[in-house]
């Protein structure tokens, strides 16, 4: 991944955005010492504190536990978590904007639910 210096997300939260997707992807497991934030740091080419908040972020939302002199590990919950959150944030987002252009469009409700049947059997994999 290539964080967006430009993106109007903070750099902290595309760290965090980024981990999460580790742990969603199984790259990082449950129980699993993440990265620390100077190994962020230094991947990213960032600054440490940013790092470190990105992190710190992640352990505010239960995501992450720490360690005591060990570091911070990823939540027996956390897939759970992500997935949660991801739904009512992006996800109803991402729907309201879709809901809002098929109204201005004038695409009807069941035009509009069979687009998304369509494309959702595509990206599993299904076909037509």
Known sequence: MV????SMKPIYVQIA???ETEIL?????R????YSQYQLAEMFNINPAT???GINLLADEQILYKKRGLGMFVAAEARDI?????????LSGMVT???REAVQLKVDEEELVAMIREMHRKEKGEGS
């Open 25 to 29: 992807n199984g790259i990082i497991e």
């Open 97 to 99: 904007d879709l809901a």
């Open 17 to 19: 955005e980024w981990l």
């Open 3 to 6: 964080l967006n210096p430009d």
């Open 51 to 53: 790092a470190a908040k």
């Open 82 to 90: 992500i997935l949660k959150k991801r739904k009512n944030t992006k």
């Open 31 to 34: 129980d699993q010492k993440v």
